[in-house]
């Protein structure tokens, strides 16, 4: 694998392939000013080092540039809503890519995962269900696992409660939606409140008390197989962030070198 500097590539490194697609999604240089000579490739390589390897910022191999200048594209890619948008739209390409009729989809499925905070977390909270005191990412993905939305709040939060910022938030990124998958958690009042704010019906998908040990649930795997997607990605193992947006950022960050390896595979 190339790299644009006679360094040794590292595993989380992007292709050539991979590079050209996302480098055509990054804002050009302004036009006043000093001309622009940070290499933006080896910026996202080090921002993808941190995601994959988990180490802090300040922790980056010499070899790569200066870590205040990651950790500023990193933030400023964030507070633009650069991040999200790169996600959409390989979202979007990939179903294309998968061979779905549709780049939007008509269905999608919600949960969170419950994460221990560092010190530093701004959002740590008690989750008395998994006794974790930490945060919770919600997430709502299509029927392919991709990322459509993700917020990142206290675990002390009740799924119940937490999703209907969830749900609104995902208003207006596919005009098809009509269904999302949830588990019991979700149920109550919260399928009243769901179709008559977004007009989607959201249907309970239970599990079967009979059953006994590990059972794929219909539907809801889907969403709990993105875990394990992100489950690579050490920097997710807990939360280091100080606020909820940089911790919604690195979720989309890691998603983002995810689909790109789906729509360049490296030889």
């Known amino acids: 694998m190339d790299t644009p500097t006679n360094r040794k590539p590292y595993p989380s490194d ?30 996202v390589n080090a921002i993808l080092y941190v995601m994959t390897s988990g180490c802090s910022w300040k922790a980056l191999p010499h070899d790569f540039p200066p870590e205040g200048t990651v950790r500023h594209y990193f ?6 809503g650069l991040w999200a ?19 939007d989809p008509s269905a999608a499925v919600i949960d969170s995962q419950s994460a221990k905070a ?9 989750d008395a269900g998994k006794k974790i005191k930490g945060i919770k990412r919600h997430l709502i993905v299509d029927t392919l696992g991709l990322l459509m939305v993700v917020v990142v709040h206290s675990a002390g939060i009740q799924d119940r409660d937490a999703a209907r910022s969830v749900l609104q938030r995902c208003r207006g990124l596919s005009p098809r939606l009509r269904l999302v ?15 008559k704010i ?31 997607w992100l ?3 050490r920097r997710l193992s807990r939360d280091y962030e100080f606020g909820p947006q940089t911790g919604e950022a690195v ?9 790109l390896r789906r729509l360049a595979p490296a030889a």
């Open 75 to 80: 933030h400023q890619w964030r507070r633009s």
């Open 251 to 259: 979720v989309q960050v890691a998603m983002i070198h995810i689909m």
């Open 14 to 43: 992007l292709t050539d392939a991979q590079w050209a697609i996302l480098s055509a999604l990054l804002p050009p240089p302004v036009a006043a000013g000093r001309p622009r000579t940070t290499d933006l490739r080896e910026i």
């Open 85 to 103: 948008q790169i996600n959409d739209i390989l979202r979007r390409r990939l179903r294309l890519r998968e061979g779905r009729e549709h780049e």
């Open 198 to 228: 977004c007009g989607w019906v959201l249907e309970i998908v239970k599990r079967n008390d009979d059953l006994k040990g590990f059972v794929v649930l219909p539907r809801r795997w889907v969403v709990e197989r993105t875990f394990g």
């Open 118 to 126: 560092s010190r530093t977390s701004g959002a740590r909270g008690y």
């Open 231 to 233: 489950s690579n990605y």
């Open 181 to 195: 998958w949830a588990d019991g958690g979700y149920g109550g009042k919260l399928v009243n409140w769901t179709y």
